[in-house]
Nanobody
Framework: QVQLVESGGGSVQAGGSLRLSCAAG??????AGWFRQAPGKEREFVAA????????YYADSVKGRFKISREYASNTVYLQMNNLKPEDTAVYFC?????????????????WGQGTQVTISS
């Protein structure tokens, strides 16, 4: 069982930045990623990173603004979000895929975090 605990959400104005963190007891051999769900919408993929950080993946809507990374010593995955827009407002979920799976869809996710709210005002 992998427990994922997100932090770092909050409210900022458009153009601002936030960094989300996802802490786990272990993420060894897990791909990791972030999804988000806006009010009235389905959950959508945001970003993912492979176990060795050799590859990263991003939704078109966040490319060039968001960066996913991971720190092995602390089993933490980060999402640096810059130039935030009101349409980025959502609950952000950390996700992990076992056996090196890259969580880019719900089918590739074995564990979810509880979510953290991000609100961007115009």
């Amino acid at each position: 069982q992998v427990q994922l605990v997100e932090s770092g959400g909050g409210s900022v104005q458009a153009g601002g930045s936030l960094r989300l963190s996802c802490a786990a007891g272990t993420l060894r051999n897990y791909g990791a990623g972030w999804f988000r769900q806006a009010p009235g919408k389905e959950r959508e993929f945001v970003a993912a990173i492979t176990w060795r950080s050799t590859n990263t993946y991003y939704a078109d809507s966040v490319k060039g603004r968001f960066k996913i990374s991971r720190e092995y010593a602390s089993n933490t995955v980060y999402l640096q979000m810059n130039n935030l827009k009101p349409e980025d407002t959502a609950v952000y979920f950390c996700a992990a895929g076992g056996n090196f799976k890259i969580p880019r869809s719900d089918a590739e996710v074995d564990y979810w975090g509880q979510g953290t709210q991000v609100t961007i005002s115009s």
